[in-house]
């Protein structure tokens, strides 16, 4: 890595107001801090403006037509890599960007490294198009142990890079008020079970359920719309809706509690950017625990159902000032290891 080196990104999505990878803004950012240019082609843009002036914005127009996308794709891999030296390519959450570089990158003797964390496609063709991905990229690097649906040789878990310092509070004294959960709406977040969860504990009676986030695909909408109607009475329940990441921390000001449901395979950054911000987080997969002291461990971590979410929640107000206090510090301190400040140090050791 040296400051007179260029990097080409492959990417969804570059925008800062996209709820779902508004993050990538700050990968791009991190990353052209480190080398002299950034080429980044993309298949969204949108919000640019917070990026660094050494970062080059190529969007493939994907909403013209398939045909167009992939022309002007490999117009433009093909220019870039032509004309400039670069280091490696980076290809972010997208396997068929990846597999479709591969024929440029083999030519200009180019590696790269695809990051990828997800439970995984559900139909055939993407499941296909991810292994092929997996087949061909020089490396492959995840958020956690279980959070890359295939085996492979190549993967190397080098866990989140969240905006550690913005997320960032110290607590000195740990207040009970309300519970968040922070996640795209869709059935495989268990939305439904968490909610259940938390109205049948003792803390409904006194505390509010954010739900933070939006949905994505027509059967995420079905299912917002599903939880809308069946919570539209609860005036303890309010559905905030997508929120722009850089505006996440705003709406955590009075949030003392999250819920996670997601099982293995899932590894979303919303339990660690809220473990930072001094919140106690129920969860359900295991690679969590690692940020959880195992004495705590007991009495956060659920199998899923709401009864036993409801029970954890009632029981947790058991815990004294210190022993809040200690789990917090205890996450803060684990997760400094999965900031932005160190993506670039740990990318790099894969290489």
Not at 161 to 171: H, Q, V
Not at 293 to 304: A, C, R, V
Request: aromatic letters at 12%; a neutral charge.
């Amino acid at each position: 890595m040296s400051k007179n080196e260029k990097i080409l990104v492959l990417n969804i999505a570059t925008d800062s107001k996209d709820t779902s990878l508004g993050f990538a803004i700050s990968w791009l950012n991190e990353f052209s801090k480190n080398y002299l240019e950034v080429d980044v082609i993309t298949l969204n843009k949108g919000d640019t403006s917070a990026l660094n002036e050494n970062i080059n914005i190529y969007e493939i127009n994907k909403n013209k037509s398939k045909l167009f996308a992939v022309s002007n794709f490999y117009k433009t891999i093909n220019l870039l890599t032509k004309k400039n030296n670069y280091e490696y390519c980076f290809s972010h959450m997208s396997a068929i960007m990846m597999l479709a570089s591969y024929p440029v990158l083999l030519i200009r003797k180019l590696k790269s490294i695809f990051w990828y964390t997800h439970a995984g496609p559900k139909n055939l063709f993407n499941k296909l198009i991810l292994f092929k991905a997996s087949l061909l990229a020089s490396k492959i690097i995840t958020a956690s142990e279980n959070s890359f649906p295939l085996k492979s040789k190549k993967v190397t878990p080098i866990g989140h890079a969240i905006d550690y310092k913005t997320f960032y509070k110290k607590i000195d004294s740990f207040s009970k008020k309300d519970f968040a959960i922070v996640s795209r709406i869709s059935k495989s977040k268990n939305i439904e079970e968490s909610i259940e969860g938390f109205l049948n504990s003792s803390a409904s009676e006194s505390s509010s359920i954010l739900i933070i986030g939006g949905p994505l695909t027509n059967e995420d909408e079905d299912y917002y719309e599903y939880l809308l109607n069946i919570y539209k009475e609860h005036k303890n329940v309010s559905f905030i809706g997508p929120v722009p990441h850089s505006e996440l921390v705003n709406y955590l000001k009075n949030v003392s509690f999250h819920i996670n449901n997601t099982d293995k395979g899932f590894y979303d950054k919303s339990v660690l950017e809220t473990s930072v911000n001094g919140i106690i987080n129920f969860y359900k997969n295991i690679d969590y625990d690692k940020n959880i002291p195992s004495k705590y461990q007991e009495n956060l971590k659920f199998d899923g159902s709401p009864s036993d979410l409801s029970n954890k929640i009632s029981s947790i107000f058991s815990l004294d000032q210190n022993e809040f206090l200690e789990i917090i510090e205890h996450s803060q301190e684990e997760i400094k290891n999965e900031s932005l400040d160190t993506l670039l140090k740990r990318i790099t050791r894969v290489i």
